[in-house]
């Protein structure tokens, strides 16, 4: 049996190998740990690809990886139009549905997502259920304007969200920031049989930039299996 970051580079070397080609000239850039293994791969064939090629960031952290790893930096704003974008996810079910924003990016990463002409995940076996929910305990990440914050949770306990939580940083006092300055809110609602229904509730709630549900978006989704082989859904 292999380690989940074992599994994660697998997957995500594979999802490179079979989507990533020199006829790509666009190219998005997912964020997470396993995107770090995405844009190894990716120098790995630097030599293979279009030496023009331009890649676009979800982040800071995957901004870094494109900068350092001395790749063409490009911007959502420049290049509308994506080829293909790689990310990675939190949770994945049986219908290719995702919940992202673990770590606080789902507003950029579903920017980039949708402008692609193929999304595909990459992740690791933990992350595969068949139902949203069902192992990602943490909740549906919101990303909310800050003045809105206090609105939003009480309207999300009207959906069913029992318990709303306001992410906190780890290291600093007060509340995460994401990279657009807005607070993110964890909303657990137990198994999510209809993420698309939810989706759509939580995106009318005033104060509500983006919602952590990437549902009906995935063209494949790459996963590293325990015994070291990779599934594609």
Avoid at 98 to 110: M, V
Avoid at 126 to 132: A, G, H, N, Q, V
Avoid at 136 to 153: H, L, S, T
């Amino acid at each position: 049996m292999i380690s989940l970051n074992e599994a994660k580079k697998k997957a995500a070397y594979k999802a490179v190998d079979e989507n990533i080609t020199s006829e790509n000239k666009i190219i998005g850039i997912g964020s997470g740990s396993t995107i770090v293994y995405v844009v190894e791969r990716i120098l790995q064939l630097k030599n293979l690809l279009n030496k023009e090629c331009i890649f676009i960031p979800t982040s800071f952290q995957s901004r870094l990886l494109i900068i350092e790893g001395g790749l063409n930096l490009g911007d959502i704003d420049q290049y509308s139009e994506i080829d293909v974008t790689i990310d990675g996810a939190d949770e994945v079910d049986e219908n290719l549905n995702a919940i992202k924003g673990g770590g606080a990016c789902h507003l950029r990463e579903k920017l980039v997502a949708e402008a692609a002409k193929k999304f595909i995940i990459v992740a690791d076996y933990s992350k595969r259920s068949t139902t949203l929910g069902e192992k990602w305990k943490q909740g549906v990440p919101i990303e909310v304007i800050p003045f809105a914050y206090k609105r939003v949770m009480n309207s999300l306990k009207e959906l069913g969200c029992e318990n709303p939580i306001l992410r906190m940083a780890k290291a600093k006092a007060g509340p995460v920031i994401s990279d657009n300055g807005n607070f993110i809110i964890d909303a657990h609602f137990g198994l999510i049989e209809h993420p698309k229904e939810l989706l759509e509730k939580i995106k009318l709630l005033t104060g509500v930039v983006e919602v952590g549900l990437f549902v009906n978006m995935a063209k494949n989704a790459y996963f590293g299996n325990e015994d070291g082989s990779v599934d594609i859904k």
